[in-house]
């Protein structure tokens, strides 16, 4: 999807890019040159980013092999992350992502407000697999690191306008002086903006529009030559774009309401609370070189955010399943690395602590069914993490190097989570008049603590200095915790419809899950440079995956909607990653032109080999009929970019294909929403003046305009052994919560057009 070549050789900040084979990353918290590092990554600088317009994280994922990035449904700001079959797309609280996401190297605990934009950008990196021995958090998937720019040593000053389709505008300007020979001070603010793709024909509201105020600010002290830098970040970003609504699949079944024309139209009614995402924080980076072979590191950070959104799953005027929530998260985050750089040996010993809250607040609203009734939750999770990592490689010989490290994680889950029914109205926290109705369904509070050793260990072997050659071992663990969305009088118990307080803790808590990879790889450069190559291979074992959901239940008789979270069983990920990049030619049609090829390919086999449900009070293993959500088993890319002089500035032409096959979008296969295999078609044209004083670029996304799903929302009645729809006399699926039938889905963005221009003082 993304117009520019380098998936896994982008020219890469952190250090210099030296040359076609000289890249150099910071992936293991040093600088090494990218075919030196024994780790499956994926490096784009901001300029790879800025020729390409990408516009947020998001934009990536279809160059990067095995990894999905995609906006979740409702918003345009919480993230659904997915890398090698491991990830998380339930917002709620009680849920970790299986995929780290960092902001200059602070772990965002939570998905709301994580759809990152792209501006000020210095690069991203996608690690691929459990990481652990070298960053704060435990992430059993992989990570995301979005690094910001350093501040130059001198004044300077860019701006960056756009202009394009669907009224897009957007401005961004960076700023920066030095104060002094040791402080500097600068920052950014950006207007992002765009009209809708489609409209809301009930409220008039604008759909899958976008209006963003965002800013960073920053204050070095030191760096460059003194042997301390102390860094202090902060950010602020506003998001009041419309809710997003789906687009329905199937007639309204009783009202027959027909499907709408275009996918990006929606009926939903619901427009309260107004949409309203703001996220903000403050960092403080320090280094300080102790000596020539050892640094300390302290990253300490605070960062919170607030969304009020409402969601209608049905997409119809009627209140038949509509959610309005609120979702509060704060975080207190401190990490310090002792760093050592020797002749022989390198390594870093780490520590971290994360203090973090996450409350949840919705209504499910399904008037229709039974007087106004609503189903309230409350849910707040509280986590509390420490851990200690380490990583340590030794060179026996300048070919041969072993890496070993090891990280002890204890995590403690605390949950408060209240669901109490209301009659005749919404509940009182989002305006309603409802009247409570019976003793609350799940009145509970409680605790768990889960400990674990998760080692790592690589060994990598340089025939030349342009070959690397590795194998490595890295296991990864996400503790367990608390459904907030469960009903605690539904729980198993000894004497029926009365558990006990340990009953209904056992019922609402899932265990830690783990996840062991294996992997062996090359990378190398050959032809001087022209060539060069990335190549992976993985096998995972996945075990108690954590797999949350929510269907349709009775709650103490009346019909309502349910969390169901279980430790499935056992799932198996192998598969190969592919990345490259050639030089075809140079001096083509005019001295210092340059032709090349990026390309990117990843396959994956994931299946469950094992995936208990619960059916009937009988524990059912139907890991036949279930399939591992957002991860399709072939991903791919190819960019041909061209690049020639023009008077004393230059111009570079770049398009790039991108492919995804099927895509299923939860585990239980739905004909309905999954998305068959598709193609994206990009193209760009950028020209830059001497000395990148100013640029002017024109590009296009989806070009061919392909409708695509990302993601969905249904309650239908399936087989519960099978997860095949039952189909009522109409031949429309028969609805399993509410009478409209939910069965809704968000597409992807459409074409788009726009022009960039940036100059620079």
């Given at each position: ?6 998936p ?36 784009y ?14 934009d990536?994922?279809?160059t ?5 990035l995609?906006?979740?449904?409702g ?39 994580a ?33 910001t ?5 001198e ?5 960056k ?9 957007d ?22 903006s ?33 042997p ?25 079944l ?8 275009d996918?990006?139209?929606s ?6 609370p ?19 072979t ?38 207190i985050?401190q990490?310090?690395?002792l760093?050592y ?41 509280d ?95 996400k503790?367990g ?13 000894a ?28 990378k ?50 192998k ?13 083509v ?6 032709l090349?090829?990026?390309t ?18 009988v ?44 895509t ?45 799903k ?6 239908i ?8 729809p ?6 429309l699926?028969v ?19 726009f ?7």
């Amino acid at each position: 999807m993304i117009a520019f070549a380098p998936p896994a050789f982008a020219q890469e900040a952190g250090a210099t890019d030296v040359g076609d084979n000289e890249i150099i990353v910071t992936a293991r918290r040093r600088d090494e040159r990218l075919i030196d590092v024994p780790v499956a990554i994926t490096a784009y600088s901001g300029e790879a980013l800025e020729k390409a317009g990408a516009i947020d994280i998001t934009d990536i994922g279809a160059t990067t092999p095995n990894t999905t990035l995609e906006v979740s449904r409702g918003s345009n700001s919480t993230l659904s992350a997915f890398i090698r079959g491991v990830g998380q797309q339930d917002p709620v609280s009680g849920f970790e992502q299986g995929v780290g996401i960092y902001l200059d190297d602070v772990y965002l605990n939570r998905p709301q407000a994580a759809v990152l934009d792209i501006y000020d950008v210095e690069r991203i990196e996608i690690l691929r697999g459990p990481q652990g021995t070298l960053y704060g958090r435990n992430t059993i998937g992989g990570a995301v690191k979005y690094v910001t720019k350093p501040l130059p040593e001198e004044f300077s000053l860019k701006i960056k306008g756009t202009l394009g389709t669907y009224d897009q505008a957007d401005l961004v300007v960076t700023a920066s002086a030095p104060i002094g020979d040791l402080v500097r001070v600068g920052g950014s603010i950006a207007r992002l903006s765009r009209g809708g793709f489609g409209d809301n024909l009930t409220t008039g509201l604008e759909n899958y529009n976008k209006d963003v105020w965002a800013g960073r600010g920053t204050v070095e002290l030191g760096g460059y030559d003194a042997p301390v830098l102390i860094r202090i970040t902060g950010d602020y970003s506003k998001d009041k774009s419309d809710p997003r609504g789906g687009h329905r699949l199937i007639p309204s079944l009783a009202t027959g309401a027909p499907v709408l024309d275009d996918v990006f139209d929606s009926r939903g009614g619901l427009n309260d609370p107004k949409q309203d995402i703001e996220a903000y924080g403050l960092a403080m980076n320090v280094t300080a070189e102790l000596s020539d072979t050892v640094t300390l590191r302290s990253i300490s950070a605070w960062r919170k955010d607030r969304s009020a959104t409402p969601i209608d799953f049905d997409a119809l005027p009627a209140v038949d399943v509509d959610v309005p929530g609120f979702y509060f998260n704060e975080q207190i985050s401190q990490e310090f690395q002792l760093l050592y750089e020797g002749d022989r040996l390198k390594g870093l010993l780490g520590f971290y602590y994360l203090d973090a809250t996450a409350d949840t607040l919705f209504d499910v609203r399904i008037f229709n069914t039974f007087a106004g009734l609503t189903a309230f939750t409350e849910a707040d999770v509280d986590t509390t993490t420490f851990a200690v990592f380490g990583d340590a490689t030794f060179d026996f010989t300048d070919r041969l190097s072993l890496s070993v490290g090891g990280r002890y994680t204890w995590d403690k889950r605390e949950a408060s989570i209240l669901r109490q029914n209301y009659l005749g109205g919404g509940s009182p926290v989002f305006g309603g008049a409802g009247v409570p109705f019976g003793a609350p369904s799940t009145d509970f509070d409680g605790s768990r603590s889960f400990e674990k050793f998760t080692p790592r260990a690589s060994l990598s072997f340089k025939p030349t200095p342009d070959h690397t050659l590795y194998a490595s071992y890295s296991q990864g663990f996400k503790g367990g915790g608390f459904d907030p969305r469960g009903v605690g009088v539904n729980a198993p118990a000894a004497t029926p419809g009365m558990p006990t307080d340990d009953e209904v803790a056992a019922f609402l808590s899932f265990r830690p899950e783990q996840v062991d990879s294996y992997e062996i790889g090359y990378k190398g450069s050959l032809f001087d440079g022209a060539l060069n190559l990335a190549l992976a291979g993985f096998y995972a074992d996945y075990t108690d995956v954590q797999i949350p959901g929510s269907v349709a239940c009775t709650v103490q008789g009346l019909p309502s909607f349910c969390g169901v979270v279980s430790n499935a069983g056992k799932a198996t990920f192998k598969g190969l990653e592919f990345e490259g990049r050639a030089r075809l030619g140079e001096d083509v049609a005019t001295v210092g032109d340059r032709l090349t090829l990026s390309t990117a390919l990843g396959y994956i086999d994931a299946e469950y080999k094992e995936y208990v449900t619960n059916i009937g009070g009988v524990p059912t293993d139907v890991a036949d009929f279930r399939e591992v959500q957002n991860t399709p088993k072939w991903t791919a890319s190819g960019t041909l970019a061209y690049s020639t002089p023009v008077g004393d500035g230059d111009i570079n032409f770049a398009t790039t294909l991108s492919y995804r096959s099927k895509t299923y979008q939860f585990e239980i296969p739905n004909p309905y929403i999954d998305q068959k295999g598709f193609a994206l078609w990009d193209a760009s044209i950028v020209y830059t003046a001497p000395d990148d004083r100013w640029s002017l670029g024109v590009f296009g996304k989806n070009l061919l305009d392909k409708e695509y799903k990302t993601s969905g929302y249904t309650f239908i009645v399936v087989d519960p052994v099978t997860g095949v729809p039952a189909l009522g006399a109409n031949g429309l699926p028969v609805s399993a919560l509410g009478t409209e039938g939910t069965l809704t889905a968000f597409y992807g963005n459409p074409r788009q057009v726009f022009v960039t221009g940036t100059v620079k003082f």
